[in-house]
């Protein structure tokens, strides 16, 4: 007998239908899987036999094949467990119930317990893209895949649970959703505990209003990865379309907390810097997204950015210009989003105390200029905001005056956003560092002073055309801070003085 279950495969993070077809014929005894499965998927096999052995069935005798529909895709990973068994049932005339307009997914253990996948968001979004009116899959994945609205998610722990309800007609309640309450913020390190630096949160704040790139650049112990660390206190709130995406790449890479809900937190991703070009970038086999995907729609911290190999830091060009990154592999070409902020940190020496006021620099000129020189021009081209970081003044660290909280930060950073989101609504960007070069004259109109300014800047500085629009899509976001309408001088001033760090160090 034939019988075909209904499943869903990965690429990247869209979904696509499988079919897993099960044939089951009088024949020498045999159990074999085509259709370009991968290693985890042959091994379907013997749990698939364990499983029905071990819910007291008989295995059914005879020859079973199983067909992975489309046969040109390969298959990976261990999700296609529980169609296949309940293909065989089906096959063998052991299961009536009609399962065609149901989607199962889920890997089994030799007792028929129904484990954990990855990818369960993007799977149930594809089912239901596909008409299909029910899923079931792990019970570990059910809140995950109920964030799918219009669709009934059905979580099991055992195949018993599935058996039982098409046999018995047992209770089978649908997964609700856990949605986190807004109203519960993550507790984040604040800036009311970082004592001076009002220089370094004006550019922390700018940058977390657009969306910006940002370099500091000071000694050791000025507060650099301090100042980095408290950048998710400020960040603007996500939109429900920002959590989906984000909420689908770590459901993916298998990094979503377990009964894994809506990320409503925009991440922080702070890779070491013996990270590989693909640990960056993504990759494997069966590629899978890098930390520049998975700090999509949030920041990527790289402290201590020279001493990051060349390779890896050249792969973040093309991402931080398009926003997402392509890999290419024989067995296909997947795209995956990378629209993220990235937030640097050096040192300007490899002693550290370049330019500091007080202690006095042991490095050579050429062991500067060496140093400095691992940070590539295009790459430091890219970085809109440069910023140093001073060493804080005693005065400061005595002082008992109270700092800024990073909510009162935050509210400002927010109210800007919103102003760009409504500004771009009708060309779909949500900040002002997303915003096309095209676009650019259209939306950040200037005063005659503020033109005249970014003129002299322009030809004394010898910016090029990219450091242009990067000085103008900051001025804006300044300018949004500032609830201004047209950009002025003081805006313009304050974009350029953010460009003319580089002058200092990378022009030696």
Known sequence: ??????????????????????????????????????????????????????????????????????????????????????????????????????????????????????????????????????????????????LVQGIEVYGLSHVQDLLDWYYKGAALTPAKSARPNRDEKTPYLDFADVKGQSGAKRALEVAAAGGHNLLMIGSPGAGKSMLAKRIPSILPEMTFEESIETTKIHSVSGILPEGGTLITERPFRS???????????????????????????????????????????????????????????????????????VVAAMNPCPCGYFGHPVRECSCSPHAVSRYLSRVSGPLLDRLDLHVEVAPVEYRNLT?????????????????????????????GISCNAKLPSP????????????CALLSRAFETMGLSARAYDRILKVARTIADLDGAEVIRRQHIA?????????????SR
């Open 271 to 341: 890779p070491h810097h013996t990270i590989s070009p693909a640990g960056l970038s993504g990759g494997g086999s069966v590629p899978r997204p890098g930390e520049i995907s998975l700090a999509h729609n949030g920041v990527l911290f790289l402290d201590e950015l020279p001493e990051f190999s060349r390779d890896a830091m050249e792969v973040l060009r093309q991402p931080i210009e398009d926003g997402q990154v392509t890999i290419s592999r024989v067995s296909g070409t997947l795209t995956y989003p990378c629209s993220m902020m």
């Open 439 to 450: 676009a650019v004259n259209r939306f950040c109109p200037m005063d005659d002073s503020a």
């Open 1 to 146: 007998m034939f019988y075909s279950v209904n499943s869903m495969g990965l690429l990247g993070l869209s979904a696509y239908p499988v079919l897993a077809e099960v044939d089951l014929s009088q024949s020498m005894p045999a159990f074999e899987i085509v259709g370009l499965p991968g290693a985890a998927v042959k091994e379907s096999r013997d749990r698939v036999r364990s499983a029905i052995r071990n819910c007291g069935m008989a295995f059914p005798i005879g020859k079973i094949i199983v067909n992975l529909s489309p046969a040109d895709v390969k298959k990976d990973g261990a999700l296609y467990d529980l169609p296949i068994f309940l293909g065989v049932l089906k096959a063998a005339g052991m299961l009536e119930a009609d399962l065609s307009d149901s989607a199962f997914f889920g890997e089994l253990s030799l007792s028929g317990e129904v484990r954990r996948i990855n990818g369960a968001l993007p799977l149930v979004l594809g089912a239901k893209e596909q008409g299909i009116r029910r899923v079931f899959l792990p019970q570990v994945n059910a809140a995950e895949g109920a």
């Open 399 to 427: 002082s008992a005056q109270p700092e800024e909280s990073s909510a009162a930060i935050r509210q400002r950073v927010n109210r800007a956003r919103r102003v760009q989101q409504e500004r771009y609504r009708e060309i």
């Open 494 to 506: 304050e974009a350029v003085q953010y460009r003319s760090l580089d002058r200092k160090y990378w």
